[in-house]
């Protein structure tokens, strides 16, 4: 590692940094690529600094949780070249910043490979010698506004936090922060000064590749904003196993007291702690910390200062209370000042105390609450905005608003002639502060409100920025979109009138049924970034994007949706004889009572339930009957049977092509029979009783016909929906599989039964067993936008792909079955467009498995999936 002799004389350094090597051959970090040693890293920070040279010059590093990132940053430190860290995920704000500043070298990733741009190889500033690292209070706006932080300031914050965590060399903490961010920087260094591990990762709490990658590189500890434990009480982390889990930390905002107590708890029987911390930027990182014993008494409390820093209360007019006033810190963490130029870097100290701008009440067994708010700066999801600069920056958009906020999300009021203006308002707001969608609320009014005075009224300004629905209190815009641009997305998708749609709704309380359920879901995937679990039972109101928004090209795709549109692909491929991958209908078939489940069965009406299961089978049966006569007119391929959905029953059996249509005929007839079944009060009352239950009870009846064990005649006689009856009551039931263990019965149920329903042909039957099984235990594949795009296509149109593709592949096989099999698809999904479109006015509502395509029929060589 560079020694400080290496340095230039008068070059300061951190001392942790110049220190890798001295913990040897033990685990530094865990990236991408594997572990990697102190010794190792020592080397490549050594190497890296060598390279950025002995003159110091400034530096700004585009920050990711990535080895890269860590080595040019660590390697700055160690080297005294002063560090700008920025964004990775804001190229605006970068560019921003590389204006205003105009730093000699800028690191950062191109393609795979990281690049340092050396811009000149002395610098063009002065800079002072204590100056380390610079980093923005305002979130992602670029502002120029930036703390100056020294060498000592991240040694002395790093030992402080070192100290009350207890860390230890056997530590492992996961980034769950991004580093750019002063408290997921100060994770890092604390860890590194002690010799622990680092696993440096990307990935969202939300993600179940985190807590894979958690579990198996034995983390004992993460840290999270108060976002992350909403995300937390999403994945279901109170019933993970963490054997190795030691502690938690929290910042970067208040985390509400009653969370605050129950994860206390969750840690005391699990065998964790959890640490509820104070911070700010121009403190380094950490002010205070709650000890955690105390948690579960004084939730409330911001805790005590940490080792080497100490508070007092500066009284203050407006609070005349007693113990109480703006809280100012002092301790070796504390920024030299700030810079709003270049010319600032060579500045030394202007700051000794540190005025938080928060206000606090010391009480009596010497805990500090914080009480209030002096600064308008406001701290959203672990990110401090300055609504000033925030103002300033539509003002450069030509856009006249007023901006404040509170811990939860920030208000823009904006004057306009046009209310589709708070759209492009709310993009502009999010893209420059690096804030979801849905911690910014934009309102469009006739006029800005105003004191009597003249002077912009924030309080007025925050009280238009509360959700709309006061009974719901929540994080309020969602997904790129004010809840009530959801609401209207969800009016149209959804053919409902607009008043109808309120941010209470849900897409099954809608009526939402598998005809709009594709659409709806990408449509969701794209505004809030991720699809929610459960979305279609979640209230508009409580539909939020991640904690971070993840890279543009990462999506995740609802795996239902992509076994429907897989299986469509399958059975037209199939039928065309351009591959002989079969076992798409039978699987659609599971996908048909899944869906069943989800949207029929969540309403609680039993007329209600009645009439939207009606809906449905008319939205299958209608357009199927509508394509067949129109083929009627043309030839004579089909009956008056197969017009009437009936040739299963009465058609002849010497048909070639009667049969095409078997799929439609069963669902229909399962359909029929489940409306008849759940009509009946008891019924109605057995399912609601007996959830998964039922579903499972039906499926074993469904058995009987299927193993031939009700004396009736020959299988391939008999209508395809008796002996298919069993998979739809499977995927019934797989719906309703709330816990492991009942997910587990349904697999076997369906890897006991599938075996041997077509003799002699094992690999469909591992087709339709493994599709099953993906749909039980996998809710979405990560995806990319255009795969998605794809996808929906697929599986939105694959009743119509299904319907058409009887006529079309015939004109063109002669010539190309692979021709054949691209013109059947692409023709099935323009006749889709066509129908959703003067469907849109028909009664709404339904749901199971109409969009999901049919397919051929187990007696008929010909047509077999």
């Not at 009406?605 to 199927?624: F, K, N, Q």
């Not at 096989?813 to 059947?824: D, I, K």
């Amino acid at each position: 590692m560079t020694a400080p002799s290496d340095l230039l004389p008068g070059t300061r350094s951190v001392p942790f940094a110049l220190a890798l090597a001295a913990h040897g051959d033990r685990t530094a970090v865990i990236a991408a690529d594997g572990p990697v040693t102190y010794r190792e890293l020592a080397a490549r920070v050594d190497a890296t600094a060598r390279r950025l040279g002995r003159e110091r010059r400034l530096i700004l590093l585009v920050g990711a949780n990535t080895l890269d990132a860590l080595v040019v940053h660590l390697a700055a430190l160690a080297s005294g070249h002063p560090l700008l860290l920025v964004p990775g995920d804001h190229p605006d704000a970068v560019q921003s910043l590389i204006d205003a500043y105009d730093p000699d070298v800028v690191a950062r990733p191109d393609s795979r490979e990281w690049v340092l741009d050396e811009r000149r190889p002395v610098s063009a500033h002065v800079l002072h010698p204590d100056l380390a690292l610079l980093l923005s209070t305002s979130g992602s706006t670029g502002s120029p506004k930036l703390v100056r932080l020294s060498h000592e300031n991240l040694q002395s914050n790093a030992e402080s936090i070192a100290e009350y965590l207890g860390i230890r060399d056997t530590d492992r903490a996961a980034t769950t922060l991004p580093m750019h961010y002063c408290y997921g920087l100060s994770v890092i260094h604390s860890h590194l000064l002690r010799g622990a591990t680092v696993i440096l990762t990307d990935l969202s709490v939300a993600d179940t590749c985190f807590w894979e990658l958690f579990r198996s590189c034995r983390g004992t500890t993460f840290a999270g904003v108060p976002y992350t434990f909403d995300l937390l009480d999403r994945v279901g982390f109170d019933a993970m196993e963490l054997p190795h889990l030691r502690y938690v930390t929290q910042a970067g905002g208040r985390l509400a007291p009653a969370l605050v107590q129950r994860y206390a708890a969750l840690g005391r029987a699990s065998g964790w702690e959890l640490f509820v911390m104070y911070g700010q930027t121009e403190a380094t990182a950490r002010m205070a910390y709650l000890p955690p014993e105390l948690a579960a008494t004084r939730p409330e409390a911001a805790g005590v200062a940490i080792p080497g820093g100490s508070f007092r209360l500066h009284p203050l007019p407006e609070w005349p209370e007693e113990d109480t006033g703006e809280l100012v810190y002092a301790g070796p963490n504390v920024m030299l000042g700030y810079a709003h130029t270049p010319q600032d870097l060579g500045l030394g100290r202007t700051v000794k105390e540190l005025a938080t701008g928060d206000i606090a009440r010391l009480t009596p067994d010497g805990l500090h609450e914080i009480v209030g708010r002096r600064s308008r700066f406001v701290k959203i999801l672990g990110l401090r905005i300055d609504p000033d600069q925030v103002e300033a920056m539509l003002t450069r958009h030509g856009i006249t608003a007023l901006c404040a906020g509170d811990d939860e999300a920030l208000a823009v009021a904006a004057t306009s002639a046009r209310a589709s203006e708070a759209g492009r308002i709310q993009k502009l707001v999010t893209s420059e502060c690096g804030l979801p969608a849905r911690a910014v609320r934009v309102r469009i009014v006739a006029e800005l409100p105003r004191l009597a005075s003249g002077k912009p009224d924030y309080r007025a300004v925050r009280e238009l920025g509360r959700p709309a629905d006061a009974a719901a209190p929540g994080p309020g815009p969602a997904g790129g979109m004010d809840p009530e641009d959801l609401c209207a997305l969800y009016a149209l998708i959804l053919d409902r009138p607009r008043q109808e749609v309120t941010q209470a709704s849900t897409f099954v309380s809608l009526g939402g049924d598998s005809l709009s359920y594709v659409e709806m879901s990408l449509h969701l995937e794209e505004r809030l970034g991720h699809l929610p679990a459960a979305w279609h039972t979640t209230p508009i109101r409580e539909l939020r994007p991640p904690e971070r928004k993840a890279p543009s090209h990462r999506r995740a795709l609802e795996t239902s949706v992509a076994l429907r549109a897989v299986a469509i692909f399958c059975v037209i491929g199939s039928h065309i004889q351009v591959f002989g991958i079969k076992g798409g209908a039978h699987l659609l078939l599971a996908l048909a009572g899944y869906n069943f489940a989800r949207f029929h069965l969540t309403t609680a009406d039993r007329r209600e339930r009645v009439r939207r299961i009606w809906v449905s089978i008319g939205r299958v049966a209608l357009p199927s009957m509508a394509w067949i006569s129109f083929v009627l007119l043309l030839n004579d391929d089909y009956t008056l049977a197969n017009l009437a959905l009936l040739d299963s029953v009465f058609g002849p059996e010497d048909s070639k092509t009667g049969m095409h249509f078997w799929f439609i005929e069963a669902l229909v007839y399962i359909l029929i029979a489940a409306v008849a079944v759940l009509a009946l009060p008891l019924a109605d009352r057995w399912e609601r009783r007996f959830p998964y239950g039922l579903p499972l009870t039906i499926a074993a009846v469904g058995l009987l016909p299927r193993y031939d064990l009700l004396g009736l005649p020959d299988r391939t006689q008999i209508p395809d929906a008796i002996t298919v009856f069993w998979l739809f009551a499977l995927g019934w039931a797989a719906a309703k599989a709330g816990t492991a263990r009942r997910r587990l019965l349904v697999t076997a149920a369906a890897l006991a039964t599938v075996p041997g329903f077509f003799p002699g042909d094992p690999g469909r039957e591992a087709i339709i067993v493994a599709g099953f099984a993906l749909l039980v235990w996998v809710p979405t594949l990560p995806s990319r936008e255009r795969v998605n795009q794809l996808a929906g296509l697929m599986a939105s149109s694959s009743l119509y792909i299904y319907l058409t593709h009887w006529q079309i592949f015939p004109l063109i096989e002669g010539f190309s079955r692979h021709l054949a099999f691209l013109a059947s698809l692409v023709f099935g999904i323009a006749y889709a467009t066509c129908v959703t479109r003067l469907m849109r006015g028909l009664p709404v509502n339904p749901l199971p498995s109409l969009r999901r395509s049919p397919a051929g029929r187990h007696t008929s060589d010909r047509s077999r999936a």
